[in-house]
């Protein structure tokens, strides 16, 4: 079965996902396939979100290979384990340097999933990365899954896409689906 039919599928018959997700899924479907394709092919995805959303980092570093999904694990890391000061940076140095080690570490060969708004400092690092997996807030921009940070269900959809993003890992890696 392909992405798309899987995906649209998956939604209506799973009824802890929102409806919104179905109205979004040919705008979430792209950008979830190049994920899983990379992520499939052994890229490593480093995890960042602005600083609103740290807890949703901790979220998905103790989900997305949670032993309780049953499969392999996922090149996913949190790029706060790396560097720390990674929120603090602001200064052009400061991304040369972790551009540099991160290039040094995985070879040139990593993704950025990054979660948040535009205006965060460590998204000037993920700009710089072509094809990341981006859901950005409150800005529309090519290649990335917009979301209104001001939604009084935010924190349910970033939960509803990580869900349906967990599955699509899971249904990938048991060849369910075709990239």
């Excluded at 600083?51 to 032993?67: E, L, T």
């Excluded at 400061?94 to 040139?108: A, K, P, V």
């Excluded at 924190?155 to 990239?179: A, H, Q, R």
Aim: aromatic share 14%; proline share 3%.
């Amino acid at each position: 079965m392909n992405l798309l039919e899987w995906t649209k599928e998956t939604i209506k018959s799973d009824k802890s996902f929102d409806s919104w997700l179905d109205e979004r899924v040919l705008e979430w479907v792209p950008l979830c396939d190049d994920a899983i394709t990379e992520l499939m092919q052994g890229t490593p995805f480093l995890v960042i979100t602005d600083r609103q959303r740290d807890w949703f980092s901790h979220y998905i570093i103790n989900n997305i290979n949670n032993v309780s999904n049953n499969r392999p694990f996922v090149p996913v890391y949190p790029l706060i384990s790396f560097i720390p000061y990674s929120h603090k940076t602001d200064k052009i140095e400061y991304l040369d340097m972790i551009e540099d080690m991160l290039d040094i570490t995985f070879n040139g060969n990593y993704k950025y999933w990054y979660i948040g708004k535009e205006e965060s400092n460590i998204y000037n690092l993920v700009k710089r990365k072509e094809d990341s997996f981006v859901w950005l807030m409150d800005s529309e921009i090519r290649n990335s899954f917009y979301i209104k940070s001001y939604d009084d269900k935010l924190d349910s959809k970033l939960m509803t896409l990580l869900k349906l993003f967990n599955k699509t890992i899971t249904s990938s890696i048991f060849g369910e689906i075709k990239l």
